[in-house]
């Protein structure tokens, strides 16, 4: 186990080593009431947190999701997925780590698995293109919404259920459909149970963006092979490691303590950087994670204090020759988080050549993977000689173990800073505003007020619409 163990390395966070912009231990020292009461908040908030207990607490689920996956697996060339935010990213990001690349343009790389497509987004054209694309007879409509009312994922589902009626008749349509969800509340569970779906549940103290280790990631990455089994040991390696009270040898606790003083001292934007496309995801993943949870107006005690600090996604080493000479550069506003990996599943050779033209040479006789290390190593000097905190984890290679651990390190990260701010991690005010303006436009019953209120907005000037 220690051995897949995945490593922070946060040197580079230390005014140390990157001289005054960075943090001091005796800074850290400073927060030990508030650290204290984080400490407490992790042990004791249990309800809003029972995502903390998905690694140990699925035994049954896993079972009835892998054997469901074991049967539907032979009768399926595709995958759809409909949901969104907590629903889409995280099995997006786990499936891109896993999987080739290339997984969906040829059955070479998945071993008779499915092809997997995440319908997050309601663009028309990619819908009209993805129906267009997929068999109907031959894909599973997975319908993914922890509410049942998200008006995106109801909508696809409207659409694809009304399609598959007409052209496979009612009996067989049902049997396309598979539906995750809470068990007691929302439409979803009511239209599943009436139309008699497969159903999986959200429990339900396991918000959206917390849920990528229970059935709402978890089901589709066993249907298309992913070992699910792993990524829960790896997250439950995890939950160990992250229920230290010592914070300087917990990876979750000084992730978010040198991320709430980086706050403090004005960083606003975090960047976190993967050097592997195979994690390209996983910083989609986080954004949301860090942004829906950590951006609130309010404190827990009814303060307006807006805070929370920017994600920005970026890709090493492609945005090397984009972002990166602002964040070496430009003002001191943010701080990075490198995504790193030991050993990568392949790697190709730079053949010896062009000896005679030196500035050319020296690449041969190296590797893709060395280049690659060279660079991430490069970047993050680089940043520090110019006085600009970053960190790094280090996964020793991609796998599922590896994964469940990132993702719930960065889970219990993202909670502990919460408790750091003040705020509530688990609710999404802002999020919900927008749905609500949403159901008024649209004419939902029980939204008329909403409607009168947004009409009596003043109207927009012609004359700044050019
Ligand atoms: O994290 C969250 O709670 C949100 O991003 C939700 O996942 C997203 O809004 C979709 O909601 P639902 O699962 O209820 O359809």
Not at 115 to 133: G, R
Request: charged share 20%.
């Amino acid at each position: 186990m220690e051995q897949m163990r995945i490593k922070l390395d946060f040197n580079n966070m230390l005014a140390e080593y990157v001289g005054n912009d960075g943090i001091t231990i005796a800074e850290v020292d400073r927060l030990a009431g508030k650290i204290k009461a984080a400490n407490q908040a992790m042990m004791q908030k249990r309800e809003k947190m029972q995502w903390r207990d998905l690694p140990h607490n699925q035994a049954d689920v896993v079972e009835e999701i892998l054997a469901y996956a074991n049967e539907i697996r032979p009768k399926i060339k595709a995958l759809v997925v409909f949901g969104i935010g907590g629903s889409a990213l995280g099995p997006i990001a786990v499936q891109q780590a896993i999987h080739s690349p290339y997984y969906n343009l040829s059955e070479k790389y998945r071993n008779g698995n499915p092809q997997l497509f995440v319908a997050d987004n309601i663009d028309p054209a990619t819908i009209s293109h993805l129906l267009e694309l997929v068999d109907l007879k031959d894909t599973l409509f997975s319908v993914v919404s922890k509410s049942g009312s998200t008006s995106e994922t109801m909508a696809q589902f409207m659409i694809i259920k009304d399609i598959l009626e007409r052209k496979l008749g009612k009996d067989t349509a049902r049997k396309h459909i598979v539906c995750t969800t809470d068990r007691e509340n929302g439409n979803l569970i009511k239209i599943a149970k009436e139309e008699g779906y497969k159903t999986f549940y959200i429990p339900s103290g396991v918000g959206g963006r917390f849920s990528q280790l229970c059935p709402v990631g978890l089901l589709p990455a066993a249907i298309c092979g992913i070992d699910i089994k792993k990524m829960l040991e790896g997250a439950a390696y995890m939950n160990e490691l992250t229920r230290n009270d010592n914070i300087w040898q917990n990876p979750a606790y000084i992730y978010a303590i040198l991320h709430y003083i980086a706050m403090k001292k004005g960083k606003n934007i975090s960047v976190m950087m993967p050097y592997a496309d195979s994690l390209k995801y996983i910083s989609d993943w986080y954004a949301q994670l860090w942004a829906e949870s950590l951006g609130k107006k309010y404190d827990n005690n009814g303060n307006v204090v807006n805070v929370g600090q920017t994600p920005v996604k970026a890709l090493g080493v492609t945005d090397q020759h984009s972002q990166v000479q602002l964040y070496m550069e430009g003002p001191f506003d943010k701080i990075m988080v490198f995504v790193g990996v030991d050993d990568f599943p392949r790697d190709v050779p730079i053949p010896k050549s062009f000896e005679d033209i030196p500035s050319v040479g020296f690449l041969g006789g190296h590797s893709l993977a060395e280049l690659l290390l060279a660079e991430q190593a490069a970047t993050e000097y680089a940043l520090q000689q110019s006085g600009r905190m970053n960190m790094t984890i280090t996964l020793p290679e991609v796998n599922e173990h590896t994964i469940g651990q990132i993702l719930y390190m960065l889970e219990v990260a993202t909670a502990y800073a919460g408790e750091l701010l003040n705020i509530d991690a688990f609710d999404q005010p802002g999020v919900e505003a927008g749905k609500d303006a949403t159901y008024a436009y649209f004419g939902r019953p029980g939204y008329d007020a909403k409607r009168a209120e947004m009409e009596a907005q003043p109207k927009k000037n012609p004359k700044y619409i050019i």
